[in-house]
């Protein structure tokens, strides 16, 4: 049961056929024959005779038969090739997934169909003809308020794959908004699943739809409950009240330790918010949710990435994900004014941060020294190449790592910065490190800097100097 079988071998009679090329599908050597049995067979099971029982026959149709189970999962194999997939689609094989969708109670059946048409789906001309379908993506909408985990992880793959087509994307996207439920069913997930895989999948969805469509992003910001489709209205008042952030912390916090790629995507999602003022709004004007998002992220940078012990290179794995981390903290800090919960304890956090900070800092120059017995190549191809995704990426985290290490700095107070000096934090060389970043664009924020030091230790103030004379302050 946890693999599905390996696709049936040609029976004999079978063999025979496929020498003359009449069975087989394509350049495969899967019998059409045999194909287009399993498929009736799937037809037979929902047609209206089949489908009208009695109470005492619904438990039955919640299973599927061993041997059809097995054949079925053969389909789903075989899908992954493109010749099966086109034939599958030459043969109307969607509309009969979209009849055992609407009309089937069995889960695994269920997941199962969803599952090939996921795998035809990866092929773009099947792609679009999926889409264009408007019932049948209704249909695969309506699977989104399933109950069944398995049938949810397909679902959550196959419209991922879909909004990952730019020639579809939108289509799904309206789609999507036409059905406001979907926002109710994706947030019960985030917040009450278990299923890590499942919340990776449905994580890269909503991950996706953000980064597609910034007017759906705002109405998820701002929704509240919806009643479910088909949600009879004596149970409306049953229904939570979803909100977007609490549902992305609480999968993020699922998928920590289990799945890096995961958290990355669920920081990702964070961070889109925080390009609207909505989406800033949404974190830190609840002071629970604000401090639940800032406790967590804090958590993520001083205490599980880019660590002392961690080797340099360390960076290049977690770059993305620090990138958006700190563009969170960054946002939140931004807008502490208002934030009395960021008052109260500020004296614990800055410390902590610009160790954090100073260290990917530092550990960015170690990644992008070139060694110095490599192989050198000067033709435009390599040098190119030299400004790989990786480069472009270190970048980014720069950028975000300077903006929010200036931002602390400008708040600093003389007892922080005698704190920071007498444990480390503020020591010779990570101040260096940090000038050497900052200089020349937080030019100010620097001088400001200076100025408190000499008060606490000139001597290190003066040493900082003389390492960088345009920063002399003015006495």
Same mark, same amino acid.
């Given at each position: 049961?946890?693999?599905?079988?390996?696709?049936?071998?040609?029976?004999?009679?079978?063999?025979?056929?496929?020498?003359?090329?009449?069975?087989?599908?394509?350049?495969?050597?899967?019998?059409?024959?045999?194909?287009?049995?399993?498929?009736?067979?799937?037809?037979?099971? @929902?047609?209206?005779?089949?489908?009208?029982?009695?109470?005492? $026959?619904? $438990?039955?149709?919640?299973?599927?038969? $061993?041997? /059809?189970?097995?054949?079925?999962?053969?389909?789903?194999?075989?899908?992954?090739?493109?010749?099966?997939?086109?034939?599958?689609?030459?043969?109307?094989?969607?509309?009969?997934?979209?009849?055992?969708?609407?009309?089937?109670?069995?889960?695994?059946?269920?997941?199962?169909?969803?599952?090939?048409?996921?795998?035809?789906?990866?092929?773009?001309?099947?792609?679009? +003809?999926?889409?264009? *379908?408007?019932?049948?993506?209704?249909?695969?909408?309506?699977?989104? %308020?399933?109950?069944?985990?398995?049938?949810?992880?397909?679902?959550?793959?196959?419209?991922?794959?879909?909004?990952?087509?730019?020639?579809?994307?939108?289509?799904?996207?309206?789609?999507?908004?036409?059905?406001?439920?979907?926002?109710?069913?994706?947030?019960?997930? /985030?917040?009450? +699943?278990?299923?890590?895989?499942?919340?990776?999948?449905?994580?890269? @969805?909503?991950?996706?739809?953000?980064?597609?469509?910034?007017?759906? /992003?705002?109405?998820?910001?701002?929704?509240?409950?919806?009643?479910?489709?088909?949600?009879?209205?004596?149970?409306?008042?049953?229904?939570?009240?979803?909100?977007?952030?609490?549902?992305?912390?609480?999968?993020?916090?699922?998928?920590?330790?289990?799945?890096?790629?995961?958290?990355?995507? %669920?920081?990702?999602?964070?961070?889109?918010?925080?390009? @609207?003022?909505?989406?800033?709004?949404?974190?830190?004007?609840?002071?629970?949710?604000?401090? *639940?998002?800032?406790?967590?992220?804090?958590?993520?940078?001083?205490?599980?990435?880019?660590?002392?012990?961690?080797?340099?290179?360390?960076?290049?794995?977690?770059?993305?994900?620090?990138? +958006?981390? %700190?563009?969170?903290?960054?946002?939140?800090?931004?807008?502490?004014?208002?934030?009395?919960?960021?008052?109260?304890?500020?004296?614990?956090?800055?410390?902590?941060?610009?160790?954090?900070?100073?260290?990917?800092?530092?550990?960015?120059?170690?990644?992008?020294?070139?060694?110095?017995?490599?192989? *050198?190549?000067?033709?435009?191809?390599?040098?190119?190449?030299?400004?790989?995704?990786?480069?472009?990426?270190?970048?980014?985290?720069?950028?975000?790592?300077?903006?929010?290490? +200036?931002?602390?700095?400008? @708040?600093?107070?003389?007892?922080?910065?005698?704190?920071?000096?007498?444990?480390?934090?503020?020591?010779?060389?990570?101040?260096?490190?940090?000038?050497?970043?900052?200089?020349?664009? %937080?030019?100010?924020?620097?001088? *400001?800097?200076?100025?408190?030091?000499?008060?606490?230790?000139?001597?290190?103030?003066?040493?900082?100097?003389?390492?960088?004379?345009?920063?002399?302050?003015?006495?």
């Amino acid at each position: 049961m946890d693999r599905n079988p390996s696709p049936p071998l040609p029976s004999r009679d079978e063999e025979e056929e496929e020498g003359a090329g009449g069975d087989c599908i394509g350049s495969t050597v899967y019998s059409k024959h045999w194909l287009f049995g399993v498929l009736s067979g799937l037809i037979q099971m @929902v047609s209206p005779e089949n489908t009208k029982s009695s109470s005492d $026959e619904e $438990e039955q149709q919640m299973e599927l038969d $061993e041997e /059809m189970e097995n054949e079925i999962c053969r389909v789903w194999d075989m899908s992954m090739d493109e010749d099966v997939a086109l034939f599958l689609q030459e043969f109307n094989a969607p509309d009969i997934f979209m009849g055992v969708l609407a009309k089937s109670r069995c889960p695994r059946l269920r997941e199962i169909c969803v599952g090939i048409l996921g795998n035809m789906a990866c092929f773009q001309e099947i792609c679009v +003809s999926i889409s264009s *379908d408007k019932n049948l993506g209704q249909v695969l909408l309506h699977c989104l %308020y399933d109950s069944d985990p398995p049938t949810l992880l397909e679902t959550s793959r196959l419209l991922l794959t879909c909004l990952s087509q730019t020639e579809v994307a939108s289509v799904w996207v309206e789609r999507i908004r036409e059905y406001p439920a979907i926002y109710d069913s994706i947030c019960f997930i /985030m917040s009450s +699943s278990t299923n890590v895989d499942l919340l990776v999948k449905i994580g890269e @969805v909503v991950d996706k739809l953000f980064d597609l469509d910034e007017k759906l /992003m705002l109405e998820w910001i701002r929704n509240g409950a919806v009643q479910p489709l088909d949600q009879p209205q004596e149970d409306a008042a049953e229904q939570p009240v979803f909100k977007i952030v609490p549902c992305v912390l609480e999968a993020a916090k699922q998928v920590r330790s289990e799945n890096p790629e995961g958290l990355d995507v %669920y920081m990702h999602i964070l961070q889109l918010l925080t390009t @609207v003022d909505d989406g800033i709004q949404a974190i830190v004007q609840c002071p629970a949710t604000g401090k *639940d998002t800032w406790n967590l992220l804090f958590d993520l940078v001083c205490h599980e990435f880019c660590q002392s012990d961690d080797p340099p290179i360390i960076l290049q794995e977690q770059k993305t994900v620090l990138a +958006s981390v %700190y563009s969170v903290l960054s946002a939140i800090f931004a807008s502490q004014a208002e934030q009395e919960y960021l008052k109260i304890e500020e004296g614990k956090y800055h410390l902590p941060l610009i160790d954090s900070l100073i260290r990917v800092l530092q550990n960015m120059e170690h990644c992008q020294k070139k060694p110095e017995n490599s192989v *050198d190549s000067n033709t435009e191809e390599t040098k190119k190449s030299d400004l790989t995704q990786d480069d472009f990426h270190l970048k980014i985290l720069k950028d975000i790592s300077c903006e929010f290490l +200036s931002n602390i700095f400008q @708040v600093l107070t003389k007892e922080t910065v005698a704190q920071g000096v007498k444990e480390g934090q503020l020591s010779k060389q990570k101040c260096s490190c940090a000038f050497k970043n900052l200089l020349p664009f %937080y030019s100010p924020v620097i001088e *400001d800097f200076l100025k408190i030091l000499h008060e606490v230790d000139k001597t290190l103030a003066d040493d900082l100097e003389e390492s960088f004379p345009s920063l002399k302050v003015q006495t």
